[in-house]
């Protein structure tokens, strides 16, 4: 779960950073040139991150889903076991 929360983390920290754009910055010349490019990479990282949440996301819920039906199975073959034992008394 620790790499879940890293990831989390990574994540709001990277959309953080791209929502302190305050569009207060030239237009015109280098900066402008190297800032958008800054801000098209840090939107790209954001996109991954996002990404990658999704995808742990879905792998956690994946691995839950297949957790529960294996003790749903083995509940129903301990119960089973139960009521064979007292049906054989």
Known sequence: MKKYHVLLIAAMATLGLSACDSGDSPTD?????????????????????????????????????EMMEEMSDSAEEDLSESVDKMMNK
Not at 41 to 63: F, K, R
């Open 29 to 65: 010349g280098p900066a402008a040139v190297e800032e958008s490019t800054v801000m098209d990479t840090v939107e790209e990282a954001s996109e991954d991150a996002m990404e990658t949440i999704e995808e742990v996301i879905d792998d956690a819920s994946d691995s839950m889903d």
